[in-house]
Nanobody
């Protein structure tokens, strides 16, 4: 069982920055991928960024160049640094853990709201 707790969301003006953090209840050293997803009102949940246990990263085209995902295995944490925020980045952001490739299910946090005002 993996519990994930997000923090760092809030209200920010367009062009601003936020750093989201995800704290895991267990060691993330061997977790296959950790990631961030988001869901805006009336839309499906979508990928923001993922990072593998080897450090390989993947970003949605919409956030490339503006976001950086990082993981600290020693602290059991995954962060998402977001810069040059846009109103369309407004969403609930969820932390995700996939223990192994092709896992039948993932673990999710409860989400943290990010609101970007224009």
């Amino acid at each position: 069982q993996v519990q994930l707790v997000e923090s760092g969301g809030g209200l920010v003006q367009a062009g601003g920055s936020l750093r989201l953090s995800c704290a895991a209840s267990v060691s993330i050293f061997s977790i296959y991928t950790m990631g961030w997803y988001r869901q805006a009102p009336g839309k499906q949940r979508e990928l923001v960024a993922t990072i593998t246990r080897g450090g390989s990263t993947n970003y949605a085209d919409s956030v490339k160049g503006r976001c950086t995902i990082s993981r600290d295995n020693a602290k059991h944490m995954v962060d998402l640094e977001m810069n040059s925020l846009k109103p369309e980045d407004t969403a609930v952001y969820y932390c995700n853990a996939r223990l192994v490739p092709g896992a039948m299910f993932d673990y999710w946090g409860q989400g943290t709201q990010v609101t970007v005002s224009s």
